[in-house]
């Protein structure tokens, strides 16, 4: 079985999340290992319809500090206190439009680890970088950034294949899973472009563990369908 989570971003506010997870709810998702993660401000409802289901709810990101003056951050501790059980750290769409570094994430998933969080960690290259040969470079770095813990897996997430309709090959998304476990021994998902016509073939990689799902998890059926793809084949 693979992991299947969906990444809503800036969509679904309370309203349109907790009519998403009522559908979810009733459901039957062959056993699917699944995490939705909502906008902060829609975690609250997520929990709440989807509490004794096997859907768990991440954040979006977390800081690193359990209290203190960071307008606009929301620490582990409160979303443990809502009953969010994990965040994802250093997205790609963090790093570009809001100053995320390596080390930015690095406190992040240090700091959410140790409060206990499940933590699924951001990486991948932009195409420039894919096309100047830069891949394993940058890998590595950002690889490097994150120690190995029960709770946490990585994304593997092409900057170039992510909103933009075109998925890494499963070729190209097995080689650099099998490369960034060679840095970190921590499970891998895919993420960029998982519809539910591609989550089969991809899913069926090896290396790719689960898929980090962007816009095709906003819809109630193509998310349904992603998951039990990952339901139906083994580890
Ligand atoms: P898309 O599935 O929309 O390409 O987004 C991928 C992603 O960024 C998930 O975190």
Same mark, same amino acid.
């Given at each position: 079985?693979?992991?299947?989570?969906?990444?809503?971003?800036?969509?679904?506010?309370?309203?349109?999340?907790?009519?998403?997870? /009522?559908?979810?709810?009733?459901?039957?998702?062959?056993?699917?290992?699944?995490?939705?993660?909502? %906008?902060?401000?829609?975690?609250?409802?997520?929990?709440?319809?989807?509490?004794?289901?096997?859907?768990?709810?991440?954040?979006?990101?977390?800081?690193?500090?359990?209290?203190?003056?960071?307008?606009?951050?929301?620490?582990?501790?409160?979303?443990?206190? /809502?009953?969010?059980?994990?965040? #994802?750290?250093?997205?790609?769409?963090?790093?570009?439009?809001?100053?995320?570094?390596?080390?930015?994430?690095?406190?992040?998933?240090?700091?959410?680890?140790?409060?206990?969080?499940?933590?699924?960690?951001?990486? &991948?290259?932009? @195409? @420039?970088?894919?096309?100047?040969?830069?891949?394993?470079?940058?890998?590595?770095?950002?690889?490097?950034?994150?120690?190995?813990?029960?709770? /946490?897996?990585?994304?593997?997430?092409?900057?170039?294949?992510? &909103? $933009?309709?075109? $998925?890494?090959? %499963?070729?190209?998304?097995?080689?650099?899973?099998?490369? #960034?476990?060679?840095?970190?021994?921590?499970?891998?998902?895919?993420? &960029?472009?998982?519809?539910?016509?591609?989550?089969?073939?991809?899913?069926?990689? %090896?290396?790719?563990?689960?898929?980090?799902? &962007?816009?095709?998890?906003?819809?109630?059926?193509?998310?349904?369908? #992603?998951?039990?793809?990952?339901?139906? #084949?083994?580890?």
């Amino acid at each position: 079985m693979k992991l299947i989570a969906g990444n809503w971003k800036m969509y679904k506010g309370p309203a349109e999340a907790a009519e998403f997870c /009522l559908g979810l709810r009733d459901e039957d998702l062959d056993g699917a290992d699944v995490v939705v993660c909502p %906008p902060y401000v829609s975690l609250a409802v997520s929990v709440q319809l989807l509490a004794g289901t096997e859907v768990a709810v991440a954040a979006q990101n977390v800081h690193w500090d359990e209290e203190g003056p960071y307008t606009g951050e929301i620490s582990a501790r409160m979303l443990l206190e /809502l009953g969010v059980y994990g965040a #994802i750290v250093g997205h790609s769409e963090r790093r570009q439009y809001f100053g995320e570094t390596d080390e930015t994430t690095a406190k992040r998933a240090r700091a959410a680890l140790a409060a206990g969080m499940f933590v699924i960690g951001c990486v &991948g290259e932009t @195409e @420039e970088e894919r096309e100047t040969g830069q891949t394993e470079q940058v890998l590595q770095r950002q690889v490097s950034a994150f120690e190995s813990d029960d709770n /946490l897996v990585l994304a593997y997430e092409p900057v170039w294949a992510i &909103g $933009t309709g075109r $998925t890494a090959t %499963p070729d190209t998304a097995q080689e650099a899973h099998l490369f #960034i476990k060679s840095i970190l021994d921590v499970p891998v998902l895919y993420g &960029g472009s998982v519809k539910p016509d591609n989550a089969a073939v991809l899913l069926s990689q %090896p290396d790719v563990d689960g898929a980090l799902v &962007g816009g095709a998890s906003l819809d109630l059926e193509s998310f349904i369908a #992603i998951c039990r793809a990952g339901a139906n #084949i083994p580890s």
